[in-house]
């Protein structure tokens, strides 16, 4: 290839990084002038993602629109984009939901009003600038091809996302005189503790980055990051991992992306962090930063350590369906509104993972869908949540109730988000359970028999929430409760209508996702086991 | 060992003078004793002192003690020198005038912030 | 010659003496020396300046002297890098005394540019509050004065100032520059004085606190002595083993270096003297002890804390940055010229202190409440890092520990500026609990705190990432896999503080009687604006610096 050819990717992150600095850099003062800014960016960014989607062909090369610069010769390290179908998917959900998680949080940071206003310190062009930093961040994540640059933002991405749990709470979790007090305290700890969780994963990963740079550099002469480099070298027989060495750097990398996911028990950063940030953060969280997580285990994992990943299958699918049940139970006994959405979330990232480490190639479809079609579900029902609870001022589920007889179309929108949640079918995450399902029976039955009462588990903690908050007579402080507002329904009803158009025609997503994981699958040297059961799923799949 | 015997015997002769020295004194010297003999001898000063506010020796001493340290030091390099003045020849003489003059620095220092001034 | 011959000679002139009997003149090369050079004399000329200058136009001249000096030695150590003197021309000087090579000069030019920094935050004026008209430093007005004393308050009121700190900064530059390219043990110690004696002093002379400035500058010259008498013994008895004090040498004139790899021509009589291997052992251990020391390792980091914190702050940060990076420039030539053939003997104990340093520094910084103190506990955990790309003995090594080091000094420099900065009625409130809620006083300040704190911390994109990747990196690839996850979990832990304070910082409620952000000069501003520079520099483009490192990364013999 000669010439100069557009750097579609790195503008595509670039733009959101831009705009994190123009929003930082309006005055404080002009609030309204640094949302516009930001959404504008955040809007700019979608753009140039769907011309990623657009020029990305599904059968071509593994890696598209690939960039390759010199960067830290020293190191090995490389400045090399490229994505494949996992990736462009979810660069795409990144992109789609920021804009939505701007509107929805339009007012987060606005100065609060209150008997002691200007108390704490909210700069709204904080706020906005840190969303955008995030964005930037995860969408070079999931561009990278080159492990040191992926771990790079993988970790940085932790600065912002700190600042935007611990610096932007809402205000709904104490009662008392030092209710203020009481939020800060806690938001400050679930801050600290999302950012020590990370950061120890983090750091055991540096180790295995830099045991993977001790390894390649001794076999093939100059040490090297690039993935496509590696899976050559190791392809040509001129790499080769011991089964010790390959089986430790795995673990390091595994361990963080597990924290990151979060895996069963690595999880327990996720609840206090989704509870203490406000509701567009939270799907900030779990929506797009945690599927940098899976993302990483397909890519990563998976790739350079396919010997490894087989041996630790077991142990992963088992702390997988683990995570299903212990989350969807423990999302039955919450008292919280967010809480229960957090663990709701720890169950869905068990059937990622299951997914993911299934090893077949309906289950690996299933899990990059889910990631997909959790993000929109999970962003649906946060945010109305959010709204909920912005207007009552509490996130307490008893301090709710017969809303759907003041504001109906919240409520509606409520239950069509949590109807998504349980994989309702005809909504776009049932598609991906289904796949997730069929693809674990195949190769482990008794894990996907187990895995299968999640969803019974789901179907009861979305419905009793739905039935205590929305349902029954009006309570105390629910009366003059107003509907959405115009901002909110524009939030809320494209993602709705995503969620019911992914659920009837998943194929666009599916035509992307599947030659990606067929790679991946190869990799690994995995075939699909059971013919009979394949069938099946080849129709549900159509 | 031969080689060592001088040191000793000159080892020998000085421990000799000293311990005949005081000997010597204690049997021949007139005893009358004050509390001033009785104290340990501190360049002048009270060995233990008590003065108001609370017993910190004025810095002149200090400053006394570091000049005179300071030349003393130097001696230490003019003499040798001086012995082997033509055998280290223009290279020397460059050397030790470049020495000097840096002791004459600090001495320009000391004498123009008031260092020898008493009071 | 007779006696009488002798008693003649010295009575007749030069002339008559048969150029036989004339002492050889050694063979100095001054324009290689160039940069110790002008820094000494810059030295002295500010010595004039301070004893003929009237007051008021002190300051100014010795800023400027300062300044120039710091400048014009810088100009020549790239000239003499340009002119190869860091590769192919690399050779050793001044009868074998000092080194002029690729870590010698990247070393030296790097202390340079840590001692101009450290210049302005030494004469920055506009923090402390205006005192009977004048505008006064960090320095006491008057070091004799007894604190607290009459002396003492006439001093503050005629308007005095220490200006003689710039001539000490730049005595103890020229030790430092000396200190890592010191090829002979003596030079070596004779460097470790010329930089230790100003330093003591420097950290005695605080303008607030005198009296736990002048403890901290009695423990560290206490602690300090002590060190240069283990340093002192040890070579004492290198030299018994090996009868030189020279790194290296040649066959015939074997330096310590050829004596332990064999590959000495020595005499008979020689080969019966020397030798002795326990001398070299406990010789070794001793003079390695004195070196870490003034690195700060743990078992020998007692007087870091304590100093730090007591000594005057833009002392400290000087102190902090320039001592760390001499004392490992040594340390590491000592351990790769003259001891790599003992590496077996002392990479084992280097691990262990490397692995105590590591985890000590970031456990005990957990608990501090100062945050000079706390920054203190973190030189100590860094210096573990360091020593970590030190047992390394690879080219790697070296070129990366010297590349954290520069990391590391100038994120050091800029994070005690910024400490300067914060102040109440006492001078500067250095309690961790008057900088809860600074993020909303000053955001800009804390903004920058915290990315040196993050760089400290080793998150990616800061120049801290870099280094600490590049360290442990040469340490992993030398097979010190366990040194590199012990590592790694120091950081964790590490991380744990640095997040503290930024948690304070940002998330905690103000007090009411809090500190004030003062508003610096230029000069502290620039030293800040650096350390931001530096931090976010080679964090995200560390590639030439890199490159300087490995081209830089190898010693003369």
């Not at chain 3, 007005?141 to 007894?146: E, H, R, T």
């Not at chain 3, 700190?165 to 200190?179: E, Q, S, W, Y």
Request: hydrophobic letters at 55%; glycine letters at 10%; a positive charge.
């Amino acid at each position: 290839m000669s010439g100069f050819t557009f750097p579609l990717l790195t503008v595509t992150a670039a733009v959101p990084a831009i705009g994190a600095i123009a929003t930082a850099a309006v005055p404080a003062a002009r609030r309204t002038a640094a949302k516009w800014l930001a959404l504008a960016f955040s809007v700019a960014t979608l753009a140039l993602a769907a011309v990623v989607t657009g020029r990305f062909s599904p059968g071509g090369a593994r890696y598209q629109l690939t960039e390759s610069h010199a960067w830290i010769r020293d190191f090995g390290v490389r400045y090399e984009l490229g994505v494949d179908g996992i990736a462009v998917v979810l660069i795409l959900l990144t992109a789609v939901l920021v804009p939505f998680v701007m509107l929805a949080g339009w007012h987060d940071a606005d100065p609060l009003e209150g008997p002691v206003p200007n108390r704490r310190w909210r700069p709204t062009n904080g706020f906005f600038a840190l969303i955008l930093a995030v964005e930037a961040m995860v969408v070079i994540s999931f561009e990278a091809t080159d492990v040191f640059l992926f771990y790079i933002f993988f970790e940085a991405m932790l600065v912002p996302m700190y600042f935007l749990i611990g610096g932007f709470g809402d205000r709904a979790g104490a009662t008392g005189d030092d209710a203020e007090e009481q939020d800060a305290r806690q938001r400050t700890y679930a801050a600290v503790k999302f950012l020590l969780y990370n950061l120890v994963g983090g750091l055991i990963m540096l180790a295995a980055v830099i045991g993977l740079y001790a390894v390649t550099a001794r076999q093939l002469g100059t040490g090297t990051f690039s993935l496509p480099e590696i899976l050559r070298a190791r392809a040509d027989g001129r790499l080769h991992f011991s089964t010790s060495s390959e089986r430790w750097i795995f673990l390091g990398f595994f361990f963080a992306f597990a924290v990151k996911a979060p895996l069963w028990p690595l999880h327990t950063w996720l609840p206090n962090a989704m509870t203490e940030a406000t509701a567009p953060v939270a799907v900030l969280i779990t929506a797009v930063v945690d599927k940098v997580g899976t993302f990483a285990m397909l890519r990563y994992c998976l790739q350079l350590f396919p010997e490894a990943s087989k041996w630790a299958t077991p142990v992963i699918a088992v702390l997988a369906v683990i995570g299903i049940l212990y989350g969807a139970l423990l999302a039955v006994g919450q008292r919280d509104i967010k809480r229960l959405i957090a663990y709701a979330s720890i169950s869905h990232f068990g059937f990622i993972i299951l997914g993911i480490f299934a090893m077949t190639s309906q289950a690996q479809s299933g899990a990059t869908l889910y990631m997909v079609n959790h993000g929109i579900s999970t962003a649906a029902l946060l945010l109305v949540a959010g709204f909920l609870i912005t207007r009552r001022g509490s996130r307490r589920i008893a301090d709710f109730g017969g809303v759907q007889k003041v504001a109906p179309v919240l409520a509606g929108t409520f239950l069509i988000g949590g109807l998504a949640t349980l994989s309702l079918p005809g909504l776009a995450p049932f598609v991906s359970e289904f796949l997730v399902l069929v693809g674990t029976f195949t190769r482990y039955p008794v894990l996907g028999i187990l895995a299968t009462v999640g969803i019974v588990l789901a179907a009861l903690y979305v419905l009793v929430l739905y039935q205590r908050t929305m349902t029954g007579p009006v309570k105390a402080g629910i009366e003059g409760m107003k509907d959405l507002k115009v901002r909110e329904l524009l939030v809320v009803a494209p993602l709705i209508a995503l969620l019911l158009f992914l659920g009837v025609y998943p194929k666009p997503l599916t035509d992307v996702i599947n030659p990606a994981v067929k790679d991946t699958l190869s990799d690994v040297h995995r075939t699909d086991p059971a013919p009979q059961i394949n069938a099946v799923a080849k129709e549900t799949a159509k | 060992m031969n080689a060592y015997a001088p040191i000793l015997v000159l080892g020998g002769l000085g421990a000799g003078f000293a311990i005949f020295s005081v000997i010597t004194a204690s049997l021949t010297g007139p005893k009358r004793y004050n509390r001033a003999k009785l104290e340990a001898y501190e360049c002048g000063i009270e060995p233990t002192p008590q003065p108001a506010g609370g017993g910190r020796f004025p810095i002149k001493y200090y400053l006394t003690a570091m000049l005179f340290i300071v030349f003393d030091i130097e001696i230490v390099f003019l003499y040798p020198w001086a012995v082997s003045f033509d055998a280290l020849g223009l290279f020397g003489l460059v050397e030790m005038l470049l020495f000097v003059l840096t002791v004459f620095v600090a001495y320009a220092y000391v004498w123009r912030r008031g260092g020898l001034e008493w009071d | 010659m007779s006696a009488t011959a002798v008693v003649h000679s010295l009575l007749t002139s030069a002339a008559a003496t048969p150029a036989a009997d004339r002492i050889p003149t050694p063979h100095i090369e001054y324009a290689q020396l160039s940069p110790v050079l002008i820094v000494l004399g810059t030295a002295t000329v500010g010595v004039l300046a301070e004893a003929f200058l009237p007051r008021r136009s002190r300051y100014w001249a010795q800023l400027g002297i300062t300044v120039v000096g710091l400048a014009a030695a810088f100009a020549a150590i790239i000239a003499l890098a340009a002119d190869g003197y860091a590769t192919t021309r690399a050779h050793i000087a001044a009868m074998g005394a000092v080194a002029v090579d690729g870590p010698a000069l990247f070393l030296q030019g790097t202390i340079v540019l840590i001692a101009l920094v450290a210049a302005f935050t030494f004469a920055e004026r506009r923090l402390d509050p205006v005192a009977h008209g004048n505008r006064v430093d960090s320095f006491a007005a008057q070091g004799s004065a007894v604190p607290g004393s009459p002396q003492e308050m006439k001093a503050v009121r005629a308007g005095f100032t220490t200006t003689e700190v710039f001539p000490l900064l730049l005595f103890a530059v020229g030790g430092m520059m000396i200190f890592p390219a010191a090829n002979d043990l003596l030079t070596l110690f004779v460097s470790l004085e010329v930089f230790s004696l100003p330093l003591y002093l420097l950290c005695a002379l605080a303008r607030r606190r005198r009296l736990m400035s002048q403890e901290a500058a009695v423990k560290y010259f206490l602690l300090g002595a002590f060190s240069s008498a283990f340093l002192l013994f040890g070579i004492a008895l290198l030299y018994g083993y090996a009868g030189t004090v020279a790194y290296t040498g040649t066959a015939t004139a074997p330096g310590i270096a050829q004596v332990i790899d064999g590959s000495a021509n020595l005499t008979p009589a020689l080969a019966n003297s020397t030798g002795n291997d326990a001398l070299l052992l406990i010789g070794g251990a001793m003079v390695i002890m004195g070196l870490l020391f003034k690195v700060g390792a743990v078992p020998f980091h007692q007087w870091t804390p304590d100093v730090y914190q007591g000594a005057p702050t833009p002392v400290t940060g000087f102190m902090a940055a320039a001592t760390k990076v001499a004392a490992f420039g040594a340390l590491l030539r000592l351990l790769y010229v003259v001891l790599p053939g003992m590496r077996w003997d002392w990479r084992p104990v280097m691990w262990g202190v490397a692995i105590v340093t590591m985890v000590i520094g970031a456990i005990v910084a957990v608990t501090q409440t100062d945050v000079k103190r706390l920054l203190a506990y973190s030189s100590i955990a860094h210096a573990g890092f360091l020593l970590a790309g030190v047992i390394a003995v690879s080219p790697s090594g070296v070129s990366s520990v010297l590349f954290y080091l520069v990391a590391y000094s100038f994120v050091t420099l800029g994070g005690f500026a910024v400490v300067t900065l914060v102040r109440d009625a006492g001078g500067e409130a250095t309690h961790l609990s008057k900088w809860a809620g600074l993020g909303r006083r000053s955001p800009l300040v804390a903004a920058v705190f915290a990315v040196f704190l993050l760089s400290f911390a080793g998150i990616p994109l800061t120049a801290g990432f870099a280094g600490k990747f590049a360290v442990f990196q040469a340490a992993a690839q030398a097979g010190a896999v366990p040194l590199v996850v012990i590592g790694v979990i120091a950081s964790a832990i590490a991380a744990f503080f640095y997040i503290r304070v930024i948690v304070m910082m940002f998330f905690s409620e103000p007090q009411p009687d809090g500190p004030t952000v003062a508003i610096p000069s230029p000069l502290t501003s620039s030293a800040i604006a650096i350390g931001v520079v530096v931090t976010l520099v080679l964090g995200v483009a560390p590639q030439y610096f890199l490159d300087l490192a490995g081209k830089a990364g190898v010693f003369v013999r």
